[in-house]
């Protein structure tokens, strides 16, 4: 039994789902699930599609190049079983799959960094420019206390005043 | 045991008439323009297709009435399009979606014969 990836979304087939289809040059193209097959007869480029595998690797999203990629591969060759090459396999796999997950988290983390910092500035800019769908003109120009005082200040100044605001 | 024969070839007649067998796809017309920088054979005649098969254009996949058509469609955009999508890298395969999926290269043990 192996566990094949799917040609078009790169996720693992299990065996009892998904179709493969064989071409006339004996080429195998295996499909997770009828969504893959489809786009694959509509002739989709996998890395034009956003959320296959292969564009995601392609645009950074997911990390690329690791050293925990190279013990996941196809092995062709067959090996003679032995008990404590299984068991030490199976130990090694659940950590470096632990390994895998906290590295791709990170990267993930530094690709959404800086991400916040920008909102809260976007957010700002548009309570600023909005004001007046949450109070009217003619209240704020009575009232000079209820009007957002124009000082540059630190971001996390800014995201307190916000937050007063909007409450 | 003529059962079975005849089951085999009802099989393998439908799956040539299956549409997804009947064009070729990106990755083929990209193999096929790798290798036939080597080797261009005289095509084979074959009535069904227009002009007898003489008039071909490999990187669409199509057969043309006439050397002239043929000549004509090398000028069209689609034509044009893909002959520049051909032109860059190879088409999405097998190999391409596991290392996507996070495996590394296939490991198919020491060389056993001198190629």
Not at chain 2, 81 to 87: C, G
Request: glycine letters at 4%.
């Amino acid at each position: 039994m192996r566990l094949e990836k799917c040609w078009f979304c790169s996720s693992t087939v299990y065996p009892g789902h998904g179709i493969q289809f064989v071409r006339n040059d004996a080429k195998i193209f295996r499909f997770c699930r009828s969504k893959c097959h489809k786009n694959f007869k509509m002739k989709r480029n996998p890395r034009k599609v956003k959320w296959t595998k292969a564009y995601r690797r392609l645009h950074g999203k997911d990390m690329t190049q690791d050293s925990t990629f190279e013990f996941e591969r196809k092995r062709n060759r067959p090996e003679r079983y032995d008990r404590n090459l299984a068991e030490n396999t199976l130990k090694a796999i659940k950590k470096i799959d632990k390994i895998r997950v906290a590295r791709e988290e990170r990267h993930h983390k530094l690709r959404m960094k800086g991400k916040k910092a920008k909102e809260q500035k976007e957010a700002a800019i548009e309570l600023e420019q909005g004001i007046h769908l949450v109070k009217a003109p003619s209240v704020l120009a009575q009232d000079q206390s209820l009007t957002l005082p124009k000082i540059k200040v630190k971001v996390q100044a800014q995201a307190e005043e916000n937050q007063a605001m909007e409450e | 045991m003529v059962k079975i024969l005849i089951r085999w070839n009802i099989f393998y007649c439908v799956s040539v008439f299956l549409t997804e067998n009947l064009c070729l796809r990106d990755d083929a017309v990209y193999d096929e323009l790798q290798r036939s920088d080597s080797a261009k054979n005289p095509l084979p005649f074959d009535e069904d297709l227009p002009g007898m098969g003489q008039y071909y254009c490999l990187h669409c996949d199509r057969y043309f009435a006439h050397e002239s058509v043929r000549d004509e469609h090398f000028k069209t955009k689609r034509h044009k399009k893909r002959v520049k999508e051909m032109m860059g890298p190879k088409p999405h395969t097998q190999l391409d979606a596991d290392l996507a999926a996070g495996m590394g290269m296939p490991d198919n043990g020491p060389k056993l014969m001198p190629v």
